[in-house]
């Protein structure tokens, strides 16, 4: 199975700030890689698709990088509906594991 | 509008079973993939299950062992999965989504709530 391995498990930051997330694939899973969002108490969101596509409706702040094993997804300018938890989950292969997940809170 | 509904959770004692329902709105059922993923309560989330547009291919996590079986009826809109021999581990919300191709989940449903208690 591919493990994925997100850094750091929880984040603080504020309003305005540029925040980065990592996310690392215990093999090359070419770029099936995509990032969702999670508030509390809702499903979870897909933002950024195959690395670095914008899912329709996705401010553009977001953004996503990377490739073979090494991911991240950046925020530029943190707004206060950011702040969730959020997860990398590999597609190249099944399972489709996910990342445990980053908390950004304020 | 595309819109995924969940349903069928409850509370049931260990070893017992349980069948979760998935109505599926606003696009064609028989286009795509269809997932399970499941969320324990404080804890992340976990790929459990995916099939095929037809229902022909089932994959699962390989932690399911069996216990677990994902299915499908496009005529009814409906994506299920049947949950046997269910453990306190089981507790989660259990979400249905739609794999877009490549596998990204684009739509979600709400979750419904499994409690395996005695």
């Known amino acids: 199975d591919i493990q994925m391995t997100q850094s750091p498990s929880s984040l603080s930051a504020s309003i305005g700030d540029r925040v980065t997330i990592t996310c690392r694939a215990s093999q090359t899973i070419s770029t099936y890689l995509n990032w969702y969002q999670q508030k509390p108490g809702k499903a979870p969101k897909l933002l950024i698709y195959f690395i670095s596509n914008l899912q329709s409706g996705v401010p553009s702040r977001f953004s996503g990088s990377g490739s073979g094993t090494d991911f991240t997804l950046t925020i530029s300018s943190l707004q206060p509906e950011d702040f969730a938890t959020y997860y990398c989950q590999q597609t190249y292969r099944t399972p489709h594991n996910f990342g445990q997940g980053t908390k950004l809170e304020i | 509008e595309v819109q995924l509904v969940e349903s069928g959770g409850d509370l049931v004692q260990p070893g017992g079973s349980l069948r979760l329902s998935c109505a599926a709105s606003?696009?064609?059922?028989?286009?795509?993939?269809m997932s399970w993923v499941r969320q324990a309560p404080g804890r992340g989330l976990e790929w459990l299950a995916t099939?095929?547009?037809?229902?022909?291919?089932?994959k699962y996590v390989d932690s399911l062992k069996g216990r677990f079986t994902i299915s499908r009826d496009n005529a009814k809109n409906s994506l299920d999965l049947q949950m046997n021999s269910l453990r306190v581990e089981d507790t989660a919300v259990y979400y249905c989504?739609?794999?877009?191709?490549?596998?990204?989940?684009?739509?979600w449903g709400q979750g419904t709530l499994v409690t395996v208690s005695s």
């Open positions: 099939i095929s547009e037809d229902g022909s291919q089932q």
């Open positions: 606003g696009f064609t059922l028989s286009s795509y993939w």
């Open positions: 989504a739609r794999d877009s191709k490549g596998g990204p989940k684009d739509y």
